[in-house]
């Protein structure tokens, strides 16, 4: 079974620092990776996917097949990051569902 | 607007009661899933629907929960004989069609148990 782990759940970075939010997974076949964000007071949202290949307010995530990763990056962070950030799988063509992590809590320092 | 909307915002019952609580999913969109999410957890599937069916509804906790979409638009997850278990977040999303990846949340039903 297909199964998504973010080892932290609470990250502080002060502002302009670097951010990385882990995320690893679990699954026989080829998955498609997402990350989804929910701000204060705010729906859960889609925030980018590894196939789209694209970045997101600065954010981008690489898909790591060797390492089963798809840890979310950002240079220099902005008090404006500070939310909820779940990593997500697509076991696609297999049982369709998209299953999330935990969540880590991203708080920005002034 | 036009996003999902989820009735009621917040629901209040006593164990053992039946409770139901209602999606409308973003027009045209033909997946809708729901999702409970407990304190400190992340969402955790329940059941997602292409059109009037069930997909695949393996992450019903027992058949005190169903979920149904007769006409492929509005859901209801009936939950029967309530827990104090039970009281989470129930979300839904809809997505213009299954393995877009891209889900489209309500801002969920708060479900209390006394």
């Known amino acids: 079974a297909q199964r998504v782990t973010q080892p932290e759940k609470l990250l502080s970075v002060f502002k302009g620092a670097p951010v990385e939010l882990k995320c690893n997974y679990s699954?026989?076949?080829?998955?498609?990776l997402f990350w989804y964000v929910q701000y204060s007071r705010q729906r859960l949202q889609l925030l980018l996917r590894h196939i789209s290949r694209e970045s997101i307010k600065g954010f981008t995530a690489d898909l790591n097949k060797g390492e089963t990763s798809f840890h979310l990056k950002k240079p220099f962070a902005q008090e404006e990051d500070s939310a909820m950030y779940y990593c997500?799988?697509?076991?696609?063509?297999?049982?369709?569902?998209?299953?999330f992590g935990k969540g880590t809590r991203l708080h920005i320092l002034p | 607007g036009a996003g999902v909307s989820q009735t009621p915002s917040n629901k209040v019952t006593e164990k053992g009661k039946y409770v139901e609580l209602r999606c409308d999913p973003i027009?045209?969109?033909?997946?809708l899933y729901w999702y409970r999410q407990s304190l400190g957890q992340g969402p955790e599937f329940l059941i997602y629907f292409q059109g009037t069916g069930a997909a695949d509804d393996s992450g019903l906790p027992n058949d005190r929960f169903f979920a149904v979409r007769p006409e492929g638009s509005v859901s209801t997850l009936k939950i029967q004989r309530t827990e104090r278990g039970d009281s989470a977040v129930y979300l839904c999303a809809s997505s213009s069609g299954v393995n877009t990846g891209e889900l489209f949340f309500g801002e969920g039903s708060r479900l209390t148990v006394l």
């Open positions: 699954y026989s076949g080829s998955p498609e």
């Open positions: 027009s045209g969109h033909t997946a």
């Open positions: 997500a799988l697509l076991a696609f063509n297999r049982d369709d569902k998209i299953i």
